[in-house]
């Protein structure tokens, strides 16, 4: 039952943006929900069942509705990862004070993550980013800019199957210059290796998520890209859908002097899975402390998340 909620949960990390670059470093853990609804030992949302122990000793047998309303029915439906979860989340990010007058930066990502099975052993989850950013004035005199950011993709090769628990995938991850502004992105086409780790014992998410990317392509008037990422991730799930959550992520420009390499948040939420009508939904808040920080990012971000899921059974 609780490895059902890890399995949609965990889909909901995300970083903390900085300026100017801040959709050049956009990482998301959200493709997890597809690694595990691609695994091939679970039934479908439509079709699945199971036994439970009331507590006394009696075991008895349910059959989930994929159609109810309620978490806990929806929980039953994808009590082992459901095959072909696509999920399409809207995630906001406030980074504050930001600027000369202590603005916040917005940054909402539309990222849509489409599984897809390859072989009877191998599967492929796809994940899209498209950055909308407000970026605030960096400077006096300097107005704010709106747009995109840099479109980024990223392919996982996962196993179908897990005997051991611990399901991992592995792939590239690209970028492309597609910013709207100097400021809201990198000129340059840019691309890296990622790995994603991650287990589930009882209600406990545990993971991780590395890599780093270079630039490879692009005007030569344009700063060089050498960025790292490394996000762990943490989850608790409780009844009723509720759901506690870390997922910091730690990054650094090589590029950049040693004062301004790192960005180093600590913090925070809760998440609650809930239906809108028919509509599984994931919703999540965080919060986070920069304690390391380049000097353009401001010390405190928030992060929003709505993240529509759709098992196809």
């Known amino acids: 039952m609780n490895q059902i909620r890890a399995a949609i949960t965990i889909s909901a990390i995300a970083l903390p943006f900085s300026a100017p670059l801040a959709a050049d470093t956009s990482v998301e853990l ?3 929900a597809g690694i595990l609804a691609l695994q091939d030992d679970a039934p479908t949302a439509s ?5 439970r122990d009331d507590g006394e000793g009696v075991v008895t047998e349910y059959e989930a509705d994929p159609n109810a309303t309620n978490t806990e029915a929806l929980a ?4 082992n990862p459901v095959a072909d ?13 930001t600027g000369p007058n202590d603005n916040a930066q917005w940054v909402l990502n539309v990222q849509p993550v489409i599984p897809i099975n390859l072989t009877d052993d191998i599967n492929l989850i796809t994940r899209t980013i498209l950055p909308v950013v407000n970026s605030p004035s960096p400077a006096s005199g300097i107005s704010s800019d709106f747009g995109i950011g840099n479109l980024q993709f990223t392919g996982f090769l996962s196993p179908a199957k897990v005997d051991d628990g611990l399901i991992w995938g592995v792939g590239p991850v690209l970028q492309f210059p597609t910013a709207s502004s100097a400021r ?4 340059k086409w840019t691309a890296g290796p990622s790995l994603v780790m991650l287990s589930m014992q009882g209600p406990w998410v545990v993971g991780g998520l590395v890599q780093n990317v270079w630039s490879y392509a692009g005007p030569s008037d344009a700063a060089d890209v050498n960025s790292f990422l490394f996000q762990p991730f943490l989850n ?5 859908g509720w759901y506690l959550t870390a997922s910091p992520v730690l990054t650094a420009d090589w590029n950049a002097n040693s004062d301004n390499r790192w960005t180093i948040p600590l913090g925070g939420g809760i998440g609650r899975i809930m239906r809108f009508g028919s509509q599984p939904v994931n919703m999540q808040l965080q919060g986070f402390y920069n304690v390391v920080r380049p000097d353009a990012v401001g ?9 529509l899921l759709f098992p196809t059974g």
Do not use: C, H, V
Request: no cysteine; aromatic share 16%; charged share 15%.
């Open 76 to 79: 039953k439906a994808a009590q």
């Open 30 to 32: 959200d493709f997890a």
């Open 236 to 240: 608790y799930n409780m009844d009723k």
């Open 299 to 307: 010390e405190w971000t928030i992060r929003f998340q709505i993240q």
């Open 184 to 187: 809201l992105g990198s000129d």
């Open 85 to 97: 979860m696509i999920s399409l989340p809207f995630q906001n990010n406030f980074t504050f004070p």
């Open 47 to 51: 079709t699945a069942t199971g036994t």
